[in-house]
């Protein structure tokens, strides 16, 4: 409840001059506390801004903060009459005739949701009501209740407060003709039960009980769809419409008449992991005791000792049963866990974690902000890395992702950058400047949309870096102190902002939606980054060290939780009778993706995945998640999205999230699933994948060392033909060689989702095609996407290798021996396999400077002239040979250095062709590519290979030499002496 102060001149001015006298006589109550978390005044970067939706003279009493996410929102802005679904189980409108009520008789199943849809029953208004906006108007408000007045020019008045959970509507006149309107055809019964104190009202939306619990009122019906009480009367006193839906429910109706409530005060204690909550209706006439307030499934699993009244409303959360009297009292188990994990990485998953973490961490960039929602998944993906390192030990990499993250995060500190942090004078609050005039800018952030999602990931990140820098955070403390502040304000005594924006605390969970379109029914879809703002509440206030913050949050976690479990997580099995959806067939979606006020479904606004819908409701994948993934659900979940996580055309990243929760069943399992991420979306990571998994309790090992990537120097065989692979002059990767000594040795490495494979004698990585119709090739000076490969132990030894990029195995074409990633399950083509051989660091080569060479085949001495530069193995002695001068090409890789041969009488350097196709001779003044040649000691002896054919120098028939033997034997071998 707010109570209007301030305001004095301006209403002075509207009301032509005549003092206001302000609502200041009202209890003041509320809660859920007394103390905000911050009353400071807005300083932000943006400075203040007011967005295009203000709000209506429905808070003409009252100066902001106002609620943006409130189940009667629609009564605020805009043209002031969206149909709101509320006061449960009421549905209803303000229009310049009065509030229009109603209580659906409609729960339909369509195949994908449940449907409870509003119904308009009766229109309960006063006579003489200007037709505008300004006769009807806020006179207070709390965490659930909101008080409105009607009044004319004439002094008459109608109030009433609107109490979710009551199933009576009470409306208080004051010198007024009361007028009923019908809103479903034709009035077609109404009588007096009791003359005075209670009558009947019958038309197609059903019936309806009337009772006047003060003051003398005459009803009569006026035409056909209109109860009035006489013209030239004024009323004074209270009615209340309750919906007869069976007729055993009039007894108990009839009882509980005569409390009526007024508003709610919320109080909580937190003892050790424990929290109590206390509400307490007033109640504005009658015996607080005789109150009677329908509850929902959800409060009903947390309600200590209910006394429970034989009386139910199906609504779309499930049946509303009656409690009496004035006072709950609501117990929640809290969150333990804040940053870490409860358990430690299994031993099993620690070297993997580690590199993973390392890799990661090393690529990690500064995310420049261009929004809050994209931006702040970005930056509290990597704050996950920080917490990550912290746990394992690797205390290095903590200061280098934190040092990123303030980076990142000191752009929203900087004057004149857009997009700006704002303060939202309208309302108050905190948001996206950019977006005042534009409800598609950052998800509708400055018309209150998602806030506590998007601020959610800020407040984690910036908890993160204070944990690990408490005087940057102090340095900060104001601008995220107000972050916490626009979503997570606990009381109503903070001057800026209103109560917990997003969060309901009858219906158990917040929604996402603001006052975008009318604040028409609310919604919200992502009940993970739900948990996830009110978490990272949790982490900023354990950063700040508050620790009435960290009860808070951790309340707000364990309700958000308990939400999103009720209504979000769909079970199949379940046999519970307090199940909110009884129809078996919705429960068989396993997921809802969107909760509305009135409806249900198994949909997104933005996606018809099932992966997309289940993941939606898990990520942003974090520690607190243990609570949240409950195995039953995970359960459902991985059969329901079977076919769509089988099929590789849909993506990694929603997949990534609902593997990771699976470990909440089965870690092993997940593991292996998760070993087949390749991509975990922008806001999950490998390690923080690995880390969920690894944390899960288990008996044995969680991560096996066979599905790990080699790493090392490897020689790469194709299995099929026996050839070793080598890496032509353009990079090209063929198995074309019979001898290991002549294949390629190869740098195999991990990278997360893989391995790298990278050429020692050009220096580059090897890439595939997306399209697998370009041979792989070494060619790519970093490794990114198209880089990443898989190697899969098979039993016998050998692998199968992916490319990562199209999920394709790589197949040796026959012939050509080239390698493309184009073979894959259904299109026929065969995936080779490949044997890998661990092959040694070639030791520095000892190639000596000068010497003759001889032919290992025929034991002749190498001649060329001036006269015939032709290389011949002719000569029987040394003393006739050529002496050649050989150097080491500088830059030439250590791994497969490069020579050139030169004649020390012609000065000539010895050349071949790029086809190996050509007799060898010392016919080129100034070496160039094809003058090139790797000198492999082998067996005592050496081999020549030309750089650019990849062959082997073999001698000929006729005593000459050419570059173009895959195989070793003596014809191939030399010594140079
Ligand atoms: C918002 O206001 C700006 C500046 O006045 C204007 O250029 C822009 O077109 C407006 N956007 C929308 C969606 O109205
Ligand atoms: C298999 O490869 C073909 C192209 O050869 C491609 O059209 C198809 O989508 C691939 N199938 C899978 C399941 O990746």
Redesign the pocket.
Known sequence: MKVAVGLVVCLCLAAGGNAVKKPTGMRVLGGPSDNPIGTTPPNFPGGQIANDAPPGPFFQDFRPPFPTDAWWSGFTVGNQDATVAGPFPFQCATTANGLVMGLSDHRDFDGTSIKVNTQQDWTVGIADLPNDLSHRKATSWDTQTVCLQYFNNGGATMDTCLVPGSPYMSFKFTNAQVVLTSNKDAITDFQWVTPGTKAKVTHAGGTYIIYVTSGNLQLAQDGTTKLVSPPGFGFTGTIRLAKLKEASQEAILDTHSSAIPSGLDMRYTVAGDVSTQTWTWSVSEGNAADLLILSWPHHRRVLQNPNYVGIQYLTLKGQMKGVRGNTWTLRHELPTISWFAQNAPHASCLSELKKTLEAEVNKLEVMIPGDFYFWGGAFGRASRLALIAEHIGETALINKVVDILKQSVNYWFQPGRTPSAAFETGWGGFINKDGWNNTWVDFGNAYYNDHHFHYGYLLQGAGTIGKYDAAWLNEHMDFMVHVARNVGNPSPNDPHYTVTRHFDFFAGHSWASGIANGAGPRDQESSGEAINGYYGLLLFATAINNQALIDWSRLLVAMEIAGAQEYWHLYPKTTDPENPYPEQAFRDLTTVGNVMDTQAGAWLFWGAERIQIAAIQILPLTPIGQYNYDRERMEGVLEYCKVELDD??FGDDFKSVIYAAYAKVNPVQAYEYSSNLFDWGSGNSASNQLYFVATQPSTGDICSAGSQTPEGLYNIQDVATGQYVTVTADGHLTASTSADVLGEKFILAFTPGGGTIKSTSNNKFVTAGPD?TSALTAARDTAQSYETFRWAAQGDGTHFLTAMV???YVTTVPGSGEMFN?A????G?QASRYRITETEETSPIQVPARGVLRSKQNNNYVVSTNGDPVLRATAAGAGDATTWAIARLAGSPDNAPQFTIQNTATNMYVTGNADGTTVLAATAPAPQAWEYFRIVPYQGSYILIHAVSGHAVSLQGDNTLIDNSNSIDNGALWDIV
């Open positions: 590789s055309r697998g199209n999920r394709a184009n894959n399950a259904t299109n083509v």
